[in-house]
């Protein structure tokens, strides 16, 4: 089958792969569609320094199951799903907390395991969902990884819920996602960013409010009054970032962070007073789970939450797409169509 790899030298190759074939516990999908991620560039960079194998990327997979397992009953061939990247072990500590985004003994498709930039992908049976019959695959295979991230951030983590305040820190792909996924929780959500087209952007996906970093505090008692924010999700990570963040949580806030940006290793001080003094609590937020993927599907569905794809291309154009990714010529995102010629 075609698919595109990453090679040890750093090139992007369109080339021949063995098709894989399904495991007792596993569905074959020929991949209708699979999204083009900034994590994409990291991982080649990781190549081509040696610090990770070759590989076949693609973690933002939706496909038509072809051929299944013979212990699989949860899915048969001609079922269209959106695949979740994540394939945990399933029987660790964990997974049996249904904390499946912390597996260490799971792979993960377009890291570890060949991934959707290719005709066909394997995955465990209970890491596919049914698509419902009105969402694009081309727009559901970017839920599995930013619509279930921003969702993981927000409710999962953050536990926004009905009249809370939500700061979305950075309105990149995944902010504006979580800025959606918000207001699905019914909360109010204040978009800081230093760059003008994105608080416009962040307006538009339904923020309450949004304002340039030093005004960020000015705008959430306008808000907010006195009470600071329930939730603050983090999506930049420096330690300017996380220090204001910290700066505008309520009592019993919580500070989520996503992204690890520049000089987070530049310590923040946190003293035991600003943990216990209103109860707050800073968290990490790592990948996401089936659940999560699960929501951010339901939320598309009922429009709440809306994938931006502005670019569709067959898989041979791999290359191109993601050297206009690196050169920032990608406004929303793109996605690859491998049974496109
Ligand atoms: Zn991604
Ligand atoms: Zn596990």
């Given amino acids: 089958m075609r698919a595109i790899r990453f090679e040890a030298d750093g090139t992007i190759r369109f080339t021949d792969v063995a098709r894989p074939d399904p495991g007792p516990d596993e569905v074959l999908v020929q991949v209708l569609a699979a999204g083009v991620c900034r994590t994409d560039l990291h991982l080649l960079h990781e190549v081509q320094s040696g610090r990770r194998d070759p590989l076949v990327p693609g973690h933002e997979i939706a496909g038509r199951i072809t051929q299944v397992g013979r212990e699989v009953f949860m899915g048969s061939p001609g079922d269209v799903v959106g695949v979740h990247y994540e394939q945990p072990c399933g029987w660790c500590r964990h997974c049996r907390r249904k904390r499946t985004n912390l597996c260490q003994r799971g792979r993960s498709l377009g890291f570890d395991a060949q991934g959707g930039y290719a005709e066909f992908v394997v995955a465990?049976?209970?890491?596919?969902?049914?698509?419902?019959?009105?969402?694009?695959?081309?727009?559901?295979?970017?839920?599995?990884c930013s619509g279930a991230t921003a969702y993981h951030v927000v409710a999962t983590l953050g536990e926004a819920e009905e009249d809370s305040t939500v700061v979305v820190v950075g309105a990149g792909g995944v902010g504006l996602a979580a800025i959606q996924v918000a207001r699905a929780q019914q909360a109010r959500v204040l978009a800081i960013d230093p760059r003008e087209a994105a608080r416009k952007a962040a307006l538009d996906a339904g923020a309450t409010a949004a304002a340039a970093p030093d005004e960020a505090a000015r705008a959430l008692r306008e808000m907010a009054g006195e009470e600071g924010a329930d939730v603050v999700a983090d999506f930049v990570g420096t330690r300017e970032s996380l220090e204001r963040g910290r700066a505008l949580l309520g009592y019993g806030g919580r500070l989520?962070?996503?992204?690890?940006?520049?000089?987070?290793?530049?310590?923040?001080?946190?003293?035991?007073?600003?943990?216990?003094?209103?109860?707050?609590?800073?968290?990490?937020?790592?990948?996401?789970?089936?659940?999560?993927?699960?929501?951010?599907?339901?939320?598309?569905?009922?429009?709440?939450?809306?994938?931006?794809?502005?670019?569709?291309?067959?898989?041979?154009?791999?290359?191109?797409?993601?050297?206009d990714l690196e050169a920032g010529k990608i406004i929303g995102r793109a996605v690859l169509l491998p049974g496109t010629p």
Avoid: H, W
């Avoid at 465990?124 to 599995?144: E, F, M, W, Y």
């Avoid at 216990?276 to 951010?296: C, K, N, P, Q, W």
């Fill in 124 to 144: 465990r049976q209970s890491t596919v969902l049914p698509l419902p019959p009105d969402l694009d695959p081309v727009d559901a295979a970017t839920l599995g």
């Fill in 256 to 323: 989520v962070v996503v992204a690890e940006g520049e000089g987070t290793q530049d310590p923040m001080p946190v003293t035991a007073a600003n943990l216990v003094e209103g109860g707050r609590a800073y968290l990490g937020s790592y990948s996401s789970t089936i659940a999560d993927f699960a929501r951010a599907i339901a939320l598309a569905e009922s429009g709440l939450l809306r994938p931006l794809v502005t670019r569709r291309e067959p898989l041979s154009k791999a290359p191109s797409v993601l050297g």
